[in-house]
């Protein structure tokens, strides 16, 4: 599914709709960001009749947010010192990259798109270090 008009909580519950549809019998959990048109009440209601899990990301972090480094990736690819003479070549230009994601840009996103985090078992910084860091 595609849109490039404004995005908004009619076009997220058109999302889920389809997603269901496509995945009958299929647990299903959803990430999304905490944008309001995701967490209204319209969307939550409908993502629980569809049996749709909403997983929504911590706010301010796109570091977590997938979608956010696939698509600094397609703009680097597609956009980057590259003219077009109209929508439609653009348009047509972020499809292509996105088709071939899978094969011709694989081994990129491979390591872009890991799940891999750093964690620390123990904070680098208390309370009270970081009051201090922060007082100057």
Not at 75 to 87: G, N, P, T
Not at 122 to 131: K, T, V
Request: net charge positive.
């Amino acid at each position: 599914m595609t849109n490039d008009a404004y995005i908004n909580a009619t076009s997220v519950c058109e999302l889920l709709r389809k997603i269901a549809e496509a995945n009958a019998g299929v647990p299903i959990s959803l990430i999304l960001d905490n944008a309001r048109y995701q967490k209204c009440a319209v969307v939550r209601e409908l993502a629980e009749s569809l049996k749709i899990e909403l997983v929504y990301l911590p706010s301010y972090s796109p570091n977590l947010n997938l979608i956010e480094r696939f698509w600094k990736f397609v703009k680097k690819q597609v956009l980057y010192s590259k003219y077009y003479a109209d929508f439609g070549a653009f348009s047509q230009a972020i499809s292509n990259c996105i088709s071939l994601a899978h094969t011709k840009h694989k081994h990129q996103l491979d390591s872009l798109l890991t799940l891999r985090f750093q964690t620390f078992d123990q904070p680098q910084l208390g309370p009270a270090e970081f009051a201090a860091l922060a007082s100057g």
